[in-house]
Structure formats: structure tokens, C-alpha cells
């Protein structure tokens, strides 16, 4: 859609920096400055980026607490021919960020909503991750509860796509550990923290290198992060008889050690006997 002096009444997605204000687009800024109102996730947040593009534009804030309530009045303005954009606090709206409930309710009104792309932490972090971005899957945050987190964790343990998650500096650690136990200590893990900030940092290697890089940063718990991890191999998934591996070592490990579980569940699934002792060794109460 044309971006002129003379539209209005239209809803706009902006990506803005996640770190580097240099990566602010020139479009993205023109917007801001043309746009009757901004709806920001942190008014306060926003408010410094405006100052630093000279931009002063009456704001409003809509966040997780209070969209339900407040994207009826973002709504009232785009009908009444006001433009809007909508803004969040790094990166791209909507991303795992507030602006569902107002995108989708805008739509089906029948007003425009115009996307400005940009910055994105998930790409940014999959650019330089090295590893297959051919498909991958963005899962959000874990649960901050470990039962939970462990059982999301499970439920993907045999998903062949690379996974992608956000995650809190404060749970970094216990959360690649959980991943160690969940898909084994040798699954391909890459954590970027900082994304385009002064500090940016890359760990990267088997999950079992990642958890010890971390316990040797002292500023490991600094910053967000996202966390990305190999896919399973094509053969971790069910076997060619239809037996779920996991499921029958479960069963196995009530009776046998590990290393006899491994071999008697190769011979039975025609599954490589050194992975399936590291998923015993990961299923092993």
C-alpha cells in the first residue's frame, strides 16, 4: 500500500530497533513522524527513541494488562480517519509482544493495517546461529515453572525443525539445563544474547558446551536471550515398527540398566543404539 501525505485512518505494524538505534529504517521513522498517534507496549520506552529521531507524537500505552480494555479506543481513532501506529518495546510487534486482540479486531472492521518491517530478534538470531533456517519453528517463552517447562520440552523432543525460543536472562541457565536432560547432552544449541548491543554474545555448541559456557560467564544473566536448537534427527521420531522410542525405554529402564535398555530398544526399533542411550540417560528417573 502507497505511503502518501494523505492516508489515513490506517493501522501501522512498526519494527524498531532491538538494540542498535542505527537499525532504525528510514520508512519506519518517516511513519512515526507522520502518524496522528502512537500505541507503544512502554510509553516511557518509546518516548526516548521519538527523542533521539526529533519525532514528538501524542502516545498511548497498550501492553499485555491492558489491550482487552484499552484496543477499542485505538480502534475509535482509526474510524474516525486517525493513523495509528502500533509499536512495542524491541523489534517487531506482535513477535511474542501485545497487539493480537487490536490487529485482529482492526481486520475484521475492515481497517487497514499496514506492515513496516524491520528488526526482528528472531531472524537477526538465526541469521548468525549456523544452523538450518530452512524450517524452523518459535515456540516463545517456556513456562517459567519447571514441571511445565519440562513438559513443552517433551513434547518437541522429536520436532525436526530447528526450535526457537525467547527467554529471561534469569532462568538462562536452568533452562538449557532442562534441554540437556530433555534432547541430550549433544544436540546443537546456540544462545545470542544482547543482540546488537555493545555486549552481544554468541555460545554455541552441544548443549552439555553451552551449559559450561554459561557457568563461566560472569554476565551470563544479563540480558535477554534467544535460544536456538537443532532439530531431532529425522530417525529420533517414532520407529519404523510405529514403537515410540522414548515410550519403550521408559518402560525398559523399570527393569534394566541403561546401557542394556539402549540395545534392547535398537534391536527392537532398528534406531541407532548410541542415540538411544543418551535418551535413556535423559529419560532415567
Not at 524491541?90 to 475492515?110: H, M, N
Not at 524450517?135 to 523432543?157: D, H, S
Not at 533452562?175 to 552481544?200: D, H, N
Not at 535398555?261 to 526399533?269: D, G, H, Q, R
Request: aromatic share 4%; charged share 25%; proline share 5%.
Amino acid at each position: 500500500m502507497p505511503d502518501s501525505a494523505a492516508d489515513h485512518g490506517l493501522l501501522y505494524i512498526v519494527a524498531t530497533p532491538i538494540g542498535n538505534l542505527g537499525d532504525i529504517s528510514q520508512r519506519a521513522a518517516d511513519i512515526l513522524a507522520r502518524v496522528d498517534c502512537i500505541a507503544a507496549e512502554d510509553t516511557r520506552h518509546t518516548q526516548r527513541l521519538l527523542q533521539v529521531l526529533g519525532i514528538h507524537k501524542p502516545l498511548v500505552a497498550l501492553h499485555e494488562h491492558n489491550e482487552r480494555e484499552r484496543h477499542e479506543s485505538v480502534l475509535q481513532r482509526l474510524r474516525q480517519g486517525q493513523s495509528v501506529a502500533l509499536v512495542s518495546d524491541a523489534g517487531t510487534p506482535l513477535i511474542s509482544d501485545p497487539g493480537f486482540i487490536l490487529v485482529r479486531a482492526a481486520r475484521e472492521q475492515g481497517l487497514a493495517v499496514v506492515p513496516i518491517p524491520g528488526p526482528c530478534a528472531i531472524t537477526a538470531a538465526l541469521s548468525a546461529a549456523g544452523l538450518p533456517t530452512d524450517r524452523f519453528t518459535f515456540e516463545g517463552f517456556l513456562p517459567a515453572k519447571r514441571k511445565a517447562r519440562l513438559e513443552v520440552l517433551k513434547a518437541l523432543r522429536h520436532e525436526t525443525r530447528t526450535l526457537v525460543f525467547y527467554e529471561a536472562p534469569h532462568r538462562i541457565r536452568e533452562t538449557v539445563a532442562a534441554m540437556v536432560e530433555v534432547f541430550g547432552s549433544e544436540r546443537a544449541t546456540v544462545l545470542a544474547r544482547e543482540l546488537t548491543k555493545a555486549f552481544e554474545t554468541f555460545y554455541s555448541g552441544t548443549a552439555e558446551a553451552v551449559v559450561e559456557q554459561l557457568a563461566g560467564d560472569d554476565y551470563a544473566e544479563k540480558g535477554e536471550y534467544v535460544v536456538m536448537v537443532a532439530g531431532a534427527p529425522e530417525s529420533s521420531g517414532a520407529s519404523a515398527t510405529g514403537i515410540d522410542p522414548d515410550d519403550l525405554l521408559t518402560v525398559l529402564l523399570r527393569e534394566v540398566p541403561v546401557k542394556v535398555a539402549a540395545k534392547m530398544a535398537s534391536e527392537l526399533t532398528g534406531l541407532s543404539r548410541n542415540e538411544l542411550y543418551q535418551r535413556a540417560l535423559s529419560l532415567k528417573p
